[in-house]
Each structure stands twice: as C-alpha cells, then as structure tokens.
C-alpha cells in the first residue's frame, strides 16, 4: 500500500500551486493530498492550461488529478503578489498536514516554497517552516539539505552570523550529532553513517591561533560520541571538505552555519535539492527554492525539487512504515 502523504502548496500567490499542478500531471509513487485553496490551485492551473480535477481527500487519483482537503484564503491570490490577509491560512495548512501525520492520518509531509514576510506582515511571528514544525511536535530537529550527491545538515540554522558561536555549545552539537546520525540509519538505510563534520573557523581553527572554538567545543564532542560508536570525522576546514575525492568518503556533512556548507550542495544541483527536517516523529521534505514571484503563473517554474520532494518522501515514509 503507497503512503500517504501531505503537500502544502505554500504561497498561493508563489510558484507553489502551479509546482502541484505540474506534478499532478504525472504518476506519483505515494497518495497526495494537498491542503489548499481550491480556486488557487483551477486557477494556477488554468494559467499553465494544465487538466487538473480536483477530488475528495479519500480519492485515488490518476493523472492530471489531485485529492484535495480544502482549505480557504481570506482573499483570491493574484499571481507574483503575496497578500498578508493569507498568512493564517498558509500557516493553517501546514499545521494541519503536520497535525495529520502525527495523528497518523498522513505518513509525511511535503511543503512548497512560503513567503515569510507576508506572513510576518500578517501578523504572525515567523522564522521558517522547520522551525514551526519543530514547535508543533516539541521536538529537537535538524534542518539537512540534500541532493543526488550531497547531504548536508546544519548546527545552525536562520541566526545572524555574529550569533552563530555562542549557539554552538556541548549539549546542542551533541544532539545535533544525534538527530543526524539517527536519521541517517533510520530513515535513510544507512546502517553505519559516515559524518564529516566541519569546524567552525577558517582552517578549522588552525590549532587555535584562528578560534578555540574546535578545542574547546567540538572536538571535545566529537571524541565523546566516538566513544559510543559513531563515525564522526572532523573538524574538518570548510573550503576543502567538499572536495570530490573527499566526500565520496562521507555520508553527509555537518556544516556549522547556514551559508557554510548550503552554496556548495546548491551549486552541486540546485534544481534537484530538497529540504529535510530531520528529527520529527514523520517525514517531512520541502522543496529548496523560494516562492519565485516573478515566475508566478508563467509555467515557466522548475518542477524538480517539488518532484524530488516527493519521491524522497514517499521513500522515507515506506521505509518508517516497515520499521
């Protein structure tokens, strides 16, 4: 039996809905259910001069339609301009898709692009997606990025650069380290996982005469959870880690900061990355592009993270449910 899964158009006046047009133009490897405004999605589609039928939620659906939990906006979208009036109602969806497979109505969750400053001008005090989510399953996570040849979590996530060491103590690598190793073999099949991990400093430090963060801190952590069995390597300098010859010997990277080890996977193929949130009790995977209003309703958006989104999903959700 396919899992099922949630998929959260995002913005509805972004590139996300006519994204789950697009993909319900093909034959999908789980159930979708999308949680949306119904005349958002006819209207994207319509834009794209799609087929698209939209059907109730318990529906199996074949190509060109889409089971649809309907989920209505304050205001009609128009295309390339976010309205504030509609971020209860993007919260609202993801919420209620996140809700849903902690209910175990839904075996993961898939989410598109959203605009955090309309949400913010909405009303709604917003940092990002993995961190609501985290919020709503009080849950640690882990944000990790992947593709077909990298993945990369993140000690860090959306701080300010000059906040980033002060957030990189013992206990919160630690757990990082935890949630990324455990995700690894769990959902990911990987029974013995290689992590490198980088240092935080140029030249990791350079014995400390460029930082003592690594000696004071990660290398300390390190040595500890060595001592239960994990494959940690590291810290490794961040500007040669992500050699070729380097990561063929790597499971995934632990970049410390947001904008360290991001730029190499998206230029390794950005088109096909994804955004995981590891550490929730199901899978969710996101697409890794924003709202790209200006190719709103254009048809001229690249379907492949959403497309790529989904398969890892419906992977990960298949193999939960066979554990």
């Known amino acids: 039996m396919q899992a099922r899964l949630a998929l959260i158009p995002g913005e509805p006046a ?20 999308a949680i949306a405004d119904p005349d958002t999605l006819m209207a994207a589609a319509a834009a794209l001069k799609l087929p698209l039928r939209l ?35 993007v919260i609202d969806a993801l919420l209620r ?27 709604i005090a917003y940092i990002g997606t993995t961190e609501l989510l985290a919020q709503h399953a009080d849950r640690p996570v882990v944000m990790m990025l992947a593709n077909a040849e990298l993945r990369v979590a993140l000690a860090t996530t959306h701080l300010p650069l000059r906040a980033v060491a002060d957030a990189i103590t013992p206990a919160t690598l630690t757990r990082c380290l935890r949630i990324t190793h455990a995700a690894l073999r769990d959902q990911f099949g990987i029974d013995d996982p290689r992590i490198a991990v980088l240092g935080l400093n140029p030249h990791a430090g350079e014995e400390g005469v460029l930082g003592r963060e690594e000696i004071d801190t990660i290398i300390p952590v390190l040595e ?40 190499v996977l998206k230029h390794a193929g950005f088109e096909q990355a994804v955004n995981i949130t590891l550490g929730l009790p199901y899978p969710r995977v996101a697409v890794d592009h924003g709202t790209a209003l200006e190719l709103s309703g254009t048809g001229r958006a690249d379907p492949s993270s959403l497309f790529a989104a989904v398969a890892l999903c419906a992977q990960m959700a298949a193999r939960r449910r066979c554990s």
């Open 224 to 263: 500890s959870l060595r001592q239960e069995g994990m494959r940690l390597i590291g810290p490794l300098p961040a500007d040669t880690a992500f050699l070729p010859q380097k990561l063929s010997d790597f499971d995934a990277v632990l970049a410390m900061y947001h904008d360290q080890g991001l730029p």
């Open 97 to 123: 898709g996140a809700q849903g497979c902690l209910d175990g109505e839904f075996d993961g969750l898939v989410t598109g692009p959203v605009h955090k400053a309309a949400i913010n001008a909405g009303g």
């Open 14 to 33: 972004g590139i996300g809905p006519e994204l789950c047009v697009q993909l319900a133009q093909r034959p999908q490897p789980a159930r979708l259910v």
């Open 55 to 89: 059907r109730p939620a318990d529906s199996n659906c074949a190509t060109g339609e889409l089971a649809l939990l309907p989920l209505s906006q304050s205001v009609p979208s128009k295309f390339g301009v976010p309205d504030p009036a509609n971020a209860r109602s």
